[in-house]
């Protein structure tokens, strides 16, 4: 559009605006539109920033059904103006806000994510519905939206979820045999949170699953089927032998080596032995008071270990992301474990170890042992 023509654009837009009726309103919008679409794949950003600036205009003076039909016009422009995308994604009107949450590319993570924390159910599955999401973006319609953006984004192949989002829709999926359906046969399931899940569902779940899982899918099924029937009928296992792993942490520790840097690689590793060894030395309590402890499903014990030997808190994480045999955490549990950790003082943490390790309750790590270790704070 050419600086004569945006000028004369303008004019016409105040004067439709001021003195104009909402007929005439309506009709400038639809012109200002399917203008801006026959020419957008032919315009510039300091073209299109017009076409924002008009239609941004137009829009503080249009009722709730031309605004949805604006958003529904546009939503599928690559070239779309960006503020004018974001005032109708932001709307509090669902039937406005959809068309561009679910299709517009026009959208930063930014935005999605700020939109998913500020409104409502409905918003969150359209969003739930777009053809591709971050990490970041399922965290927050996981954690704030409700069981239909669950089974949306279970089933939306576009959907990348952290540790922290599959957590969550493992733990969703135990009552929903539907929710665990529909995860179970994406094909981009890590092979451990495939395993997680099916430890969980029912007989009647995985068989089908395994009836409805494509080629590609059915070994995969197969494959952790058979790993947890393995862990089920397995027997106990054989006690670990800590000699090498207690001279390794002592000769560590010896060095001024054995501290957060070090652990922290023992975890991302997954070198437990080394990481029981190392919290019996730091804690001077022996490796029976901390073994019980990192396969416990409930973390508090092990948060109490981790402090009482002066871990920060990253370690610690660590420690609790990747422990073997034990269900992943889910977010809420990992933002309940860090206010336990910093509510603990460092004298509190080390006289729990302590005492349960001079009255073996360390063998059991059950919840009441910590209840009495935060009440003490």
Request: include cysteine; aromatic fraction near 4%.
């Amino acid at each position: 559009m050419s600086e004569a023509a945006s000028t004369a654009l303008i004019a016409e837009l105040e004067s439709a605006v001021k003195g104009g009726s909402s007929e005439r309103r309506l009709q400038m919008l639809r012109q200002v539109t399917d203008l801006f679409l026959s020419d957008a794949d032919r315009l510039n950003e300091n073209q299109i920033g017009v076409f924002d600036d008009v239609l941004v205009r137009l829009m503080e003076q249009m009722e709730t059904r031309a605004l949805a039909q604006l958003g529904t016009t546009l939503s599928g422009s690559k070239a779309a103006p960006k503020e004018t995308i974001r005032q109708l994604a932001y709307h509090e009107e669902v039937s406005v806000a959809a068309p561009v949450l679910t299709k517009s590319a026009r959208l930063s993570e930014g935005d999605l994510i700020e939109i998913a924390n500020l409104r409502g159910p409905q918003h969150l599955l359209a969003i739930s519905h777009r053809d591709t999401l971050s990490e970041g973006v399922t965290d927050v319609l996981l954690r704030r939206g409700d069981s239909q953006v669950s089974h949306a984004l279970a089933k939306n192949t576009g959907a990348r979820f952290s540790e922290f989002g599959y957590a969550t829709l493992v733990e969703s999926s135990e009552k929903d045999d539907a929710l665990a359906e529909k995860l179970g046969l994406r094909i981009d399931i890590p092979l451990k949170v495939l395993r997680e899940l099916l430890s969980r569902a029912s007989a009647a779940v995985r068989d089908r699953l395994l009836k409805a899982a494509p080629p590609e899918m059915r070994a995969k099924i197969q494959e952790a089927i058979r790993t947890v029937v393995e862990q089920i009928a397995a027997p106990a296992l054989v006690p670990e032998d800590y000699t090498e792993s207690e001279s390794m942490v002592l000769a560590l520790n010896r060095e001024g080596k054995l501290g957060d840097q070090t652990i922290n690689r023992f975890a991302m590793q997954g070198e437990y032995i080394h990481i029981i060894a190392a919290l019996s030395l730091l804690n001077s309590v022996k490796i029976e008071a901390i073994e019980p402890l990192i396969g416990n499903p409930r973390p508090d014990g092990l948060i109490v270990a981790c402090k009482a030997a002066r871990l920060n808190w990253s370690t610690t994480s660590m420690i609790l992301r990747n422990r073997p045999h034990c269900r992943p955490l889910s977010k809420q549990d990992f933002e309940n474990g860090r206010e336990v950790f910093e509510a603990l003082s460092l004298s509190s943490a080390q006289r729990t170890i302590r005492f349960w390790s001079a009255r073996g309750s360390a063998r059991k790590a059950d919840a009441p042992n910590t209840a009495v270790a935060i009440s003490d704070i």
